[in-house]
């Protein structure tokens, strides 16, 4: 992104680093632990994620008509597919005959049908119910009735967004959901990129609990003095809140330079992170070149979560050069900054919270929009 875009910003982050002073509030303060715990909130947390749309995949992962994905969510498997009318729908993955989950597959390219193991029913990437063996046998039954059950599918601005609750009312539309982010999802051209590196891994921990890494830079200097925290100057972020999203630039060792810089010419990216969490369980951070989308989904109990490392890259690599670039990215952030460092501490934060030894945090003036993100959730849920 061209730093003229966040022109804004940056003047406001120059201020800050030469008084060497970010965002903070006034006091500090504490935040309970019982909602990393109880097993009635992550309930009522579940049904907000079914209420909210989520990113669960990049266009270009399913480029061509009848290529799919399954996205495991909540205990519910959806299988998201692009027609052959090139749109892309999400269908509960379940075979509307006896409920037998219908392609166990992680992904596929160019399927036209997709046929039940059980009975063989059989449905089209649009989701009708097409064909059955031994018709004859179900008279009077309703083919059109009997399509795979649809949830709300957006593709905007490049990205797969699922609603998964069916009700049309509850579905908004990704723009209007982006709100103050939306202009900065138009700019980055995302539908442009390509998917470099995917992984999913479990966390023992809840799932608010990782996001807290990216909602304050008090850790930066301890927690990453091994990967990256000589990028960046140490305590400094400033945040905006774009209800109900938050976004933060944290500056780089060489923020200075954009004092002086043509900003319509320069990457942004290379002076500052924009990081962006967009509710409820996204943080899109921008590096100088590509784009992490990590995603956190609660678990089965209050301690547990996954978490989804997305790397979209502008252009995949084509020669060796380019690729051992990406895969160092791909080494020091998901590796070891990521997975070692920032998901590593919250395993050993959330076996503080379960052992009981802790039933607060307490927050620095400058770790002020973890409350904020807490109570951004208990409004929504
Ligand atoms: S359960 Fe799918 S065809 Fe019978
Ligand atoms: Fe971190």
């Not at 579940?46 to 990113?55: A, D, E, V, Y």
């Not at 449905?123 to 031994?134: E, I, K, T």
């Not at 891994?201 to 990967?227: I, M, T």
């Not at 400058?366 to 929504?380: A, G």
């Given at each position: 992104?061209?730093?003229?875009?966040?022109?804004?910003?940056?003047?406001?982050?120059?201020?800050?680093?030469?008084?060497?002073?970010?965002?903070?509030?006034?006091?500090?303060?504490?935040?309970?632990?019982?909602?990393?715990?109880?097993?009635?909130?992550?309930?009522?947390?579940?049904?907000?994620?079914?209420?909210?749309?989520?990113?669960?995949?990049?266009?270009?992962?399913?480029?061509?008509?009848?290529?799919?994905?399954?996205?495991?969510?909540?205990?519910?498997?959806?299988?998201?597919?692009?027609?052959?009318?090139?749109?892309?729908?999400?269908?509960?993955?379940?075979?509307?005959?006896?409920?037998?989950?219908?392609?166990?597959?992680?992904?596929?390219?160019?399927?036209?049908?997709?046929?039940?193991?059980?009975?063989?029913?059989?449905?089209?990437?649009?989701?009708?119910?097409?064909?059955?063996?031994?018709?004859?046998?179900?008279?009077?039954?309703?083919?059109?009735?009997?399509?795979?059950?649809?949830?709300?599918?957006?593709?905007?601005?490049?990205?797969?967004?699922?609603?998964?609750?069916?009700?049309?009312?509850?579905?908004r539309s990704i723009g209007d959901y982006l709100g103050g982010l939306e202009s900065e999802f138009e700019a980055l051209g995302l539908e442009d990129y390509h998917?470099?590196?995917?992984?999913?891994?479990?966390?023992?921990?809840?799932?608010?609990?990782?996001?807290?890494?990216?909602?304050?830079?008090?850790?930066?200097?301890?927690?990453?003095?091994?990967?990256?925290?000589?990028?960046?100057?140490?305590?400094?972020?400033?945040?905006?809140?774009?209800?109900?999203?938050?976004?933060?630039?944290?500056?780089?060792?060489?923020?200075?330079?954009?004092?002086?810089?043509?900003?319509?010419?320069?990457?942004?990216?290379?002076?500052?992170?924009?990081?962006?969490?967009?509710?409820?369980?996204?943080?899109?951070?921008?590096?100088?070149?590509?784009?992490?989308?990590?995603?956190?989904?609660?678990?089965?109990?209050?301690?547990?979560?996954?978490?989804?490392?997305?790397?979209?890259?502008?252009?995949?690599?084509?020669?060796?050069?380019?690729?051992?670039?990406?895969?160092?990215?791909?080494?020091?952030?998901?590796?070891?900054?990521?997975?070692?460092?920032?998901?590593?501490?919250?395993?050993?934060?959330?076996?503080?919270?379960?052992?009981?030894?802790?039933?607060?945090?307490?927050?620095?003036?400058?770790?002020?929009?973890?409350?904020?993100?807490?109570?951004?959730?208990?409004?929504?849920?």
């Amino acid at each position: 992104m061209k730093a003229e875009f966040y022109a804004k910003q940056i003047d406001c982050l120059l201020k800050m680093v030469n008084n060497n002073q970010g965002d903070e509030a006034d006091e500090m303060s504490t935040l309970k632990t019982d909602h990393f715990l109880d097993p009635k909130r992550l309930q009522q947390e579940k049904n907000m994620f079914r209420r909210m749309p989520l990113i669960v995949g990049h266009s270009n992962e399913i480029p061509y008509a009848g290529d799919y994905i399954v996205r495991e969510l909540d205990d519910r498997s959806w299988l998201i597919v692009r027609g052959k009318d090139l749109q892309v729908r999400a269908f509960y993955n379940y075979c509307q005959h006896r409920g037998t989950k219908l392609v166990q597959d992680e992904k596929g390219e160019c399927q036209n049908r997709f046929t039940c193991p059980y009975h063989a029913w059989t449905y089209s990437n649009q989701g009708d119910l097409v064909g059955l063996p031994r018709a004859d046998l179900f008279p009077g039954l309703d083919k059109k009735s009997k399509a795979l059950k649809q949830a709300n599918l957006q593709e905007a601005y490049g990205l797969l967004w699922l609603t998964q609750n069916t009700q049309p009312s509850v579905a908004r539309s990704i723009g209007d959901y982006l709100g103050g982010l939306e202009s900065e999802f138009e700019a980055l051209g995302l539908e442009d990129y390509h998917l470099y590196f995917d992984k999913t891994r479990e966390l023992k921990a809840n799932w608010k609990f990782p996001l807290f890494a990216f909602l304050e830079s008090y850790h930066l200097a301890v927690l990453h003095k091994d990967s990256i925290a000589d990028f960046f100057i140490q305590n400094i972020a400033h945040s905006e809140f774009l209800e109900p999203h938050i976004r933060s630039f944290v500056p780089r060792s060489n923020v200075r330079d954009l004092a002086t810089a043509d900003l319509s010419k320069v990457n942004i990216s290379e002076f500052l992170t924009p990081t962006n969490i967009i509710f409820p369980n996204i943080c899109m951070i921008s590096h100088p070149t590509s784009i992490s989308f990590l995603s956190v989904f609660p678990g089965k109990t209050p301690e547990t979560s996954t978490w989804r490392h997305m790397l979209l890259v502008p252009k995949l690599p084509e020669t060796d050069k380019e690729r051992a670039h990406y895969d160092k990215t791909v080494d020091v952030l998901d590796g070891l900054t990521y997975h070692k460092e920032d998901f590593w501490v919250s395993e050993l934060g959330q076996e503080g919270i379960s052992a009981g030894a802790i039933d607060e945090f307490v927050l620095s003036k400058n770790e002020n929009l973890i409350k904020v993100f807490d109570q951004l959730v208990e409004q929504h849920l």
